[in-house]
């Protein structure tokens, strides 16, 4: 999706890859793969640090996040390219909290960009739609919220246990996600911005949400802005897409509608996303998890993998490079040269292999145009 605001880097653009767990390790050595082929021809060098953060670390070192990696991610890297985390030997999933989330809060990546596209019309399981009708951006917020592990237990074990949540929202948090919704549909000339929440239910912070866009939609009057409360929204998205360019929505809600908007577009293996604080080191991962359930034969869809590695490009300036992993993704849809989930009978490493093959053919191709 274009529209990425750019990393001012140096002549060089180093990553640091944390493939993670489960099939997080099988699909994004295909994305590197990849990058490395389209990387090879062009202007500057892209530098890959492989990381091992990861259950397996966990477990035999009991390390998650390690001391100042935080620190050496903000100062030495333009960019993360991450796979997944989660592993049933760990129940609590205490080291992707401690990774995952601890990267996106400590780094404060607060714009959670995942974007719907449906890239082959029959992808879909809605029925009657095209591409064009199915096109958009959700903004899920990524700092705050029910997500920032404020609460505790009390009496647990025992029959009168107490489980407390807070959801947590600052005007700084909310406003600031809004803000970047409208100004990206600005800029990529979209007319739609959805605010979805749940303030008829959750009367305080999200009545802070509701106070906040209403500010801020005055300052954008040539965009088109409208509220749904989320379970309008999510009825709204299946009955008809077409109607949403852009959606902003507070961090638990963007985690459930993200896997929502994968699915009508085709599902969890084709689905990209990025961390990101404009101008700062950012994160990219598909949307999908570590699925224990694939792990292990080789047959896990890297192609969301891929698409977030053209996020990551675009990211970093490298525009060509990254329309020519969009393009040879494409031509791997339409070939149908594709693992099983989307109906094919390829494994991870050939359709890895085959798009690093295509996406170089593609950037060559622009260089002759
Ligand atoms: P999941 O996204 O891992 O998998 C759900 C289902 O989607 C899988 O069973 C599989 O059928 C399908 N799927 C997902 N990715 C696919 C791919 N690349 N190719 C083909 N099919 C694919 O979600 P889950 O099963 O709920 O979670 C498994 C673990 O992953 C949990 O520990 C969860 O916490 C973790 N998780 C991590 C991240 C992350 O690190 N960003 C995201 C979501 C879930
Ligand atoms: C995602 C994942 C994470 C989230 C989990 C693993 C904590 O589902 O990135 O969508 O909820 O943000
Ligand atoms: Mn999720």
Redesign the pocket.
């Known amino acids: 999706m274009p529209g990425i605001p750019l990393r001012n880097g140096g002549p060089a653009a180093r990553i640091a890859v944390i493939p993670?767990?489960?099939?997080?390790a099988?699909?994004t050595p295909q994305a590197v793969k990849v990058l490395k082929a389209v990387a090879a021809p062009a202007r500057r060098p892209l530098e890959f640090v492989e990381l091992d953060w990861s259950a397996d670390k966990y477990l035999r070192q009991n390390v998650s996040l390690p001391v100042g990696a935080v620190e050496m991610m903000r100062d030495e890297f333009d960019a993360i390219l991450?796979?997944?985390?989660?592993?049933?030997r760990?129940p609590s999933?205490q080291h992707?909290a401690d990774i995952?989330l601890g990267l996106r809060f400590k780094l404060d990546l607060y714009v959670n960009a995942r974007p719907v596209e449906l890239l082959d019309n029959r992808l879909t399981p809605l029925r009657d739609r095209s591409e064009k009708e199915l096109r958009l951006m959700i903004f899920r917020e990524n700092t705050e919220g029910l997500y920032v592990g404020v609460g505790g237990f009390f009496k647990k074990g025992t029959p009168d246990e107490i489980a407390v949540q807070e959801d947590v929202n600052s005007r700084k948090g909310v406003e600031r996600i809004i803000r970047y919704a409208f100004e990206y549909a600005r800029q990529q000339g979209v007319k739609r911005v959805c605010m979805s929440d749940k303030s008829n239910a959750m009367i305080f912070a999200h009545d802070l949400w509701q106070r906040v866009f209403k500010e801020v939609r005055q300052e954008y009057t040539d965009i088109d802005s409208r509220h749904l409360y989320i379970d309008t929204l999510v009825m709204e998205l299946v009955r008809d897409p077409s109607q949403f360019d852009v959606i902003v929505t507070c961090n638990l809600f963007g985690?459930i509608i993200s896997?929502l908007g994968a699915q009508l577009a085709g599902?969890?293996?084709?689905a990209p996303?990025g961390n990101i604080h404009p101008g700062k080191t950012s994160l990219f991962?598909?949307?999908?998890?570590?699925?224990?359930?694939?792990a292990g034969k080789g047959?896990?869809?890297?192609?969301?993998?891929v698409l977030t590695s053209a996020m990551m490009l675009e990211f970093l300036g490298w525009k060509p490079e990254a329309a020519a992993l969009r393009t040879a993704v494409r031509a791997a849809l339409r070939e149908n040269y594709a693992?099983?989930?989307?109906g094919g009978d390829k494994h991870?490493v050939e359709v890895g292999d085959w798009l690093a093959t295509k996406s170089a053919e593609a950037l060559a191709q622009q260089h002759y145009k």
Do not use: Q, R
């Open positions: 993670g767990d489960g099939i997080g099988e699909v991450f796979g997944a985390l989660g592993d049933p760990v999933n992707a995952l985690d896997d599902g969890l293996g084709l996303s991962e598909p949307v999908h998890g570590s699925a224990p359930n694939l047959i896990a869809n890297p192609l969301g993998s693992t099983p989930d989307l991870t």
